[in-house]
Structure formats: C-alpha cells, structure tokens
C-alpha cells in the first residue's frame, strides 16, 4: 500500500509561491500517475494537475495553467507542485493522490491513494 505526504502548504501573499512535495513510500511513484487536487469547505474536490507515468504528459486546469508546474523526480518517490502568482481562490486544502491508470485522469475517483492534505492561504 501506498503512503503519500504531502508538505510545503502555508499562508502567503497574493502573488507569491510556493512549492507542494509529495513524498511517498511503500511503493515506487514512478509506477503511478499522479495528480494533484484542492478542496475547500463546501465544495467537492477538484483536479488542479496530474502527470502521466507513461510519458510524464502533464496537464493543468485552465485556472492554474500558466502558473503552476508539476514535476516529478524519478527513483526518489517525489512530486512538487511548483505554484506561482498565487490567487486568494488558490486558497485550499491541496492533496496529492496516485493511481495505477497510467496516463493519468482529472476523475478523483479514478485515485487508489491519497494523502492526508496541506493547507494553502493565500491572503494580504
């Protein structure tokens, strides 16, 4: 079974950065896409990116694309999420999850594992 972390969140200005790492163990990330979601209080959980495990293909949604970049580091079990220009609305609980379907899915339901989630606050 796979066990994800996810660190990195925390409070900054609009405008600024910050970088998600998602650590993972148990299991070798590079089997396995990852995606990478955010959910606030009141609303269901949405895809923010994921990268494929079969050609590393990334995708983004439209309101993060242009600022944020997922990557990941092969044989170091390690995804980041590198967020720029960020936006009072990129205000949530950002989760890392994986799944065994290789070229990725924005469905959270398509995700075997998930880890426990990392407050982003984006606020003056």
Not at 54 to 65: C, E, I, L
């Amino acid at each position: 079974q796979v066990q994800l972390v996810e660190s990195g969140g925390g409070l900054v200005q609009p405008g600024g950065s910050l970088r998600l790492s998602c650590a993972a163990s148990g299991g070798t990330l590079d089997y396995y896409a990852v995606g990478w979601f955010r959910q606030v209080p009141g609303k269901e959980r949405g895809g923010v990116s994921y990268i494929s495990s079969s050609d590393g293909s990334t995708y983004y949604a439209d309101s993060v694309k242009g600022r944020f970049t997922i990557s990941r580091e092969y044989g170091k079990n390690m995804v980041y999420l590198q967020m720029n220009s960020l936006k009072p609305e990129d205000t949530a609980v950002y989760y890392c999850a994986v799944t065994s379907v290789r070229e990725g899915s924005w469905l959270a339901g398509v995700y075997d594992y998930w880890g426990q989630g990392t407050q982003v606050t984006v606020s003056s």
